[in-house]
């Protein structure tokens, strides 16, 4: 059964850069059916997409986010990561990774979540 | 913001039916994309209820229905239960391959 868990520090510094891993277990990251995703959500608030990868490395990033996003790919680890730089209290959110099924484009598996507090 | 807008809360009784709505446009919903709802419950990650407008994962009751239509969508929900509590979400993406969430909508069972 397949698995995700997101991983990284808790707590970010406001300009500095927020850097989570989900490990995908249980299958794997390279199949030609899926692509892997972020969505963040701030506490109380709606879910927000961050951006999405293929295996080949191929990324689609939210327009809103798209110049402090870097989202990439590790197959042999199978794993994917998250960097989001220059943070500030409103990057405070739970972010989860999820799995993102082509072509139909939607979350079909979702990891439990981490929250990252950004704060001096 | 959303692109995708939902009713914030809606209620219901027990064993009633209930509806939520998804408004788009002509560049995501309207535009021949697919709908997609999770449901949220308290303290969880979201999990997939229906997709592609209007299929439902295994394991997932017949109580959950959707439909779309122009450039909006609906989940209802019937024969309403307690543990239906949850907030629930849309989504669907535009031509750019954005994926985008409703704002989400608060379903209270009264």
């Known amino acids: 059964q397949l698995q995700l868990q997101e991983s990284g520090p808790g707590l970010v510094k406001p300009s500095e850069t927020l850097s989570l891993t989900c490990t995908v277990s249980g299958g794997s990251i390279s199949s030609s059916s899926y692509y892997w995703g972020w969505i963040r959500q701030p506490p109380g608030k709606g879910l927000e997409w961050i951006g999405s990868i293929y295996y080949s490395g191929s990324t689609y990033y939210n327009p809103s986010l798209k110049s402090r996003v870097t989202i990439s790919v590790d197959t042999s680890k199978n794993q994917f990561s998250l960097k989001l730089s220059s943070v500030t209290a409103a990057d405070t959110a739970v972010y989860y990774c999820?799995?993102?099924?082509?072509?139909?484009?939607?979350?079909?598996?979702w990891g439990r979540g981490t929250l990252v507090t950004v704060s001096s | 913001q959303s692109v995708l807008t939902q009713p914030p809360s809606v209620s219901g009784a027990p064993g009633q039916r209930v509806t939520i709505s998804c408004t788009g446009s002509s560049s995501n919903i309207g535009a021949g994309y697919d709908v997609h709802w999770y449901q949220q419950l308290p303290g969880t990650a979201p999990k997939l209820l229906i997709y592609g407008n209007s299929n439902r994962p295994s394991g997932v009751p017949d109580r959950f229905s959707g439909s779309k239509s122009g450039t909006s969508a609906s989940l209802a929900i019937t024969g309403l239960q307690a543990e239906d509590e949850a907030d629930y979400y849309c989504?669907?993406?535009?031509?750019?391959?954005?994926?985008?969430f409703g704002g989400g909508t608060k379903l209270t069972v009264l």
């Open positions: 989504q669907s993406y535009d031509s750019s391959l954005s994926a985008m």
């Open positions: 999820a799995r993102l099924g082509v072509p139909r484009r939607y979350f079909d598996l």
